[in-house]
């Protein structure tokens, strides 16, 4: 009779938790019928300090090249910048305290498709919270998403409301990070993006909204054209919404349309430079010999940090003199050592092969036009790319939120947090 009562205590308690929508797993209980390989297991990081102490000596071994013969970053990270930050970065730099940032976060890892796949999970304390799966890219990593978690999930602090408030999970990319590195090819959006369905799903959640940029961008468009049945609707502030005709235009280098209207002729002529001026230097790298790059990033600290400064979004950063400006020198550090520390500069790269070229703002390559579930769609100021309404609308059948916001560029949540909050609390304020 008091083990019935014990068995009826235990199952009204996890009914419970069921039925406010909280995941049970991750809080260490799991249903004897999983099996190991689904179980959510807690993560926490810690990094020996050999390695660290490996890190500072490479740095102090740098051997650099001669300075380039232009005034300006054309041909890539200028000399004089990069020397000080490098310096910096083995000298004065303290990974213990990126480390102990994440370790304040409930981290977790879990087995999907035969990949570990490492998380944050911040659930908040506000009974009706909305999950959201966010998605970074590259070369971000869960560190340009830390800033987002608290006004996402503790509204009422940050100026919103506890209506607002959602249960936060920020994935690490497979090859990225905390993340296991695939064996087999396929690790594509698509593929990741079903993995994020398995996630969410295994976390318990059966309602759950998702949103990306930069990679998370195509992960966020592929999990809207496969549709899973909890997915209620997807954010993008990298949108695929550039006409199949203007692309193919831009790619070879044409003239720009005559029928485009003031707006979208600024962009053509945005993107027509950006292609021309050899900034996508790096997607042509990564996507056709990623294993090549990965081979002297692996061994060069200071290499690996001159190339992953190279992606445009890092355009405008001042390499950490200016101190109002966002990210700071020790957040991108951070990002940089991640990537040295897990020697994730190949495995992150291949994202780049698996999407055989398909461009991430391409509406064809992205099949916008099979995405039926309600799209929400931010554009933020200092973009690279800054799709216009009106090829946003024609892209996405079934567009329900569109914003230009004046502040924030490719790194929008990294770079402004608080705007970025308030952007997935306005636009996904009818899916609660």
Request: net charge positive; proline share 7%.
């Amino acid at each position: 009779m008091i083990q019935s009562i014990k068995l009826l205590v235990i199952a009204l308690f996890f009914g419970t938790l069921l039925l406010q929508g909280k995941p049970v797993h991750a809080q260490g209980a799991q249903p004897a019928s999983i099996a190991a390989t689904e179980s959510i297991r807690p993560f926490k990081v810690k990094i020996p300090a050999a390695e660290i102490k490996a890190l500072r000596q490479r740095i102090r071994d740098t051997r650099w090249p001669d300075q380039e013969t232009v005034s300006d970053p054309s041909q890539g990270a200028r000399l004089a910048q990069l020397k000080p930050l490098v310096a910096y970065w083995g000298r004065d730099y303290d990974w213990r305290k990126a480390e102990a940032r994440l370790n304040a976060l409930p981290q977790f890892t879990t087995t999907i498709d035969g990949v570990d796949i490492h998380f944050i999970h911040v659930r908040s304390k506000e009974a009706n919270a909305l999950p959201i799966i966010i998605s970074h890219g590259w070369p971000g990593s869960v560190f340009e998403l830390l800033g987002v978690i608290d006004p996402l999930a503790n509204p009422t602090a940050h100026g919103g409301t506890a209506a607002e408030a959602f249960d936060v999970v920020i994935p690490s990319l497979p090859g990225f990070g905390f993340s296991g590195k695939p064996t087999d090819t396929g690790w594509d959006p698509d593929r990741i993006a079903k993995a994020w369905a398995v996630l969410m799903k295994r976390l318990g959640y059966h309602r759950y909204v998702a949103q990306g940029g930069d990679w998370g961008a195509a992960i966020v468009n592929a999990m809207g054209r496969q549709a899973p049945a909890e997915l209620v609707a997807i954010h993008n502030n990298l949108p695929a919404t550039v006409p199949a005709e203007v692309g193919k235009i831009i790619s070879t280098g044409g003239q720009a349309p005559a029928d485009l209207s003031a707006q979208e002729r600024a962009v053509f002529d945005v993107l027509s430079k950006f292609y021309k001026d050899g900034s996508t230097a790096y997607n042509t790298a990564m996507t056709a010999r990623p294993q090549a790059i990965g081979y002297g990033l692996a061994d060069s600290p200071a290499g690996l940090a001159a190339w992953l400064l190279l992606h445009p979004g890092f355009a405008t950063w001042r390499f950490g003199n200016d101190a109002a400006q966002t990210p700071s020198k020790d957040e991108v550090l951070d990002n940089i050592t991640l990537y040295w520390l897990t020697n994730t500069a190949a495995s992150s790269a291949r994202i780049y092969w698996e999407n055989k070229g398909k461009p991430v703002i391409s509406a064809a390559a992205q099949k916008t036009q099979d995405i039926k579930i309600p799209v929400a769609i931010t554009v933020f100021a200092e973009d690279i790319y800054r799709a216009p309404e009106s090829w946003a609308r024609r892209a996405y059948p079934n567009l329900v939120y569109f914003k230009e916001v004046a502040k924030g560029g490719h790194f929008a949540s990294w770079e402004q947090p608080q705007l970025f909050s308030e952007e997935m609390r306005a636009a996904f304020k009818s899916y609660r």
